[in-house]
């Protein structure tokens, strides 16, 4: 342990280089036998740590010369830290050794084998910084991760997603598996988990990039019926519409059927589309390839008729791209996502000197960085996870480069880089939903053995899909189910129950009248913070997630029926489904829009008074409060009439859930419509009792 003395400081100078550190730090810190040495350990037993002791005063007089690692240590300091003179300081250094699962994708920081710095101060830890350096500098022979690549234009940054890709081809069985195994949008696969391995989902159109030089593109007929075999590899573009898709010259790149004939003969002016477009085929030549799919161009915009065919080949289209581009940074077409990227989270990154001698050299002037780990990346924030078509866009592509705020990343099933081995830490907060076991299987032991998937799965891996989607914005309210309708039917390739149906976002997978299945999925209810105005137009029934705007939440966490914390038995149905149908706008669109649907159930209904307008308000029976209400909207709903329909119940534990519904105008007496969700309170069994005082009746919603 090395002992740096509170000594005067008067005696503390700064060194006149970068990084710049005080000479006490410089003698006693940053010397081969404290840092040097500390490094050496780690890069042969993975971790390691040094010790000083160190004083406030010296600490503080240093820091405000302008001393790097003294002001980092002084902003750790904390009001229980005063009076004392001294206090020890301790350096844990870490480095992944790969080892340990990463049982979900970003999961772990890359990449791998990145070292980690954590200060202690006094036994008790203050903080833990990623560490990092640039490509040049001498520190980089011993130090894993790099800095950040910004000048996405550069063809040296193609390169190194070039590498990032060919690297996953070459290693990453998962990711080979997924991609792409597909049946024939014609083709009757029935339930047979080969699904038609041979087969493959085209797109009708694409785009011919062709050379670099070359300054129009055009639009050609891909598949069978074109002049190219589906077998082709091409490359799909995920990005933001925004505001109506023209450059300044106000040249629209949307296909219609007044340009698609000329768009596929004459081709395109390349520069008088939006940047975004541009850019896609700056990249799609620069990966050395010539077909790209984006949906403005490739789609009809104008033609139901062409939507229709090409709507329901999107699960496959994306899943059956080369990669998928993702412009995540860009706010819409016309911004482009080339463009240098500016320091961010990471400009205050403190630089520190970095000293070990080897039998090669001593590492002089070499330095390192150090990234807070609370202070990353944030995915969630960039324009394109806003968007609810782009969810699915994301989730269906089994390769993607990204183009995010910072840097390029490469993202697949197995993991998500930054180009040019940048640090990239794990993903913070939801990252989505986890396709894996659709995509490819879940058997980690044997990642080419594809692994069945159980209803439960897949009841929640959909309720993690629409609970990520529904926060999401469209442009278009009437878009809500046809936007997530390639993930419904990802889905449903994977039940094995033949009549299994998808009701307006519900599933019904079980052949019991009583089914369990499709009562879970009517219990969705939304935080009262989140609360919208009810849409003016039709586009689901009442008792569907897709009838409402905003995020929606549907697996109920509370411990007396949540799957997994008590016995299947004690949960169960109080009522019984007697009709649940929806109508289809267009039939040849199995997972699309809904015109209309009707539930009809024989269940216990029974009058409260709740009101809704309320943040959390009671369900009140009488005198006693027997549970707590969920709004589904901002809706005014007259307190006094309200019902409340139990729907499940755990008798052991006197809880029960449902629906409030109030009475639909001129429809009848037994006609309603959903209007909240409740549960029991937990004082009262209540709602339970209310199953044996009053019989059931027949309902529809």
Sequence with gaps: MQWIHPINPLTISMNTTTPRVCSLCIKRVFTNTTFGNGWRILLIKFRSHFRYLASWASISSAAALGCVWCRLILSLRESGDDGKPLFLVEVRLRKDHGDAVERKQGEKARPKGVESLSVWIDGAPRASYYVYTTPVNPAAEYVTARSLVRELSNPSSVDMARASLQRCISNHLRCNIAHPVLPSPNQDHGHDPDMGKSARIAPTRLIDCGGDEESRIRIVLAGPSGSNATENQYIALSYVWGSPQTNNSQISACSTEANI????????????????????????RGLGLRWLW??????????PEDKTRELPKMQGIYRG????IIAANANGSNEGFLQVRERGYDAEDPEIP?????????????SIFLSPVWKQYDETKEPINSRAWCLQERLLSTRALVYASHTLQY???????????????????????DLAPLLCGSNEEDPLQASPTSPTQLRRLWNSVV???????LTVSADKLIAIAAMADLVHLHFTNSSCRYLAGVWDYEESPNTLSLIRGFLWFKDYTNRLPRPREYRAPSWSWASVDGRVLLENIDDRVREGRVAPEEVETCCEVLECTTVLKDQRVQFGEVTNGKLRMNVTVVRVECELATELPDVKWGNKVVGVAFADTTEQINREKVWAMPL???????????????PTAGRGDECFRRVGYFHSSEESSVVVDWLGLFPRRDVCI
Excluded at 262 to 281: C, F, K, N, W, Y
Excluded at 417 to 431: E, K, M
Excluded at 648 to 662: D, Q, S, V
């Design 294 to 303: 984006i949906d403005a161009i490739c789609i009809l915009q104008d033609s």
């Design 467 to 473: 609970e990520e989607y529904s926060w999401r914005h």
């Design 261 to 284: 004939t000329s768009r596929m003969s004459d081709g395109m002016e390349l520069h008088l589309l939006p940047a975004t477009i541009r850019d896609a085929v700056t990249v799609t």
């Design 321 to 324: 791209a080369y990669i998928t």
């Design 411 to 433: 993202r697949c099933i197995t993991e998500t880089v930054n180009i040019g081995d940048g640090l990239c830490a794990p993903i913070s907060g939801p990252s989505g939903p």
């Design 648 to 662: 499940m119940c755990n008798h052991k534990a006197g809880y029960g859930e449902g629906l409030l519904i109030t």
């Design 354 to 366: 970095f000293t070990i001698e080897d039998t090669h050299q001593v590492t002089s002037g070499a």
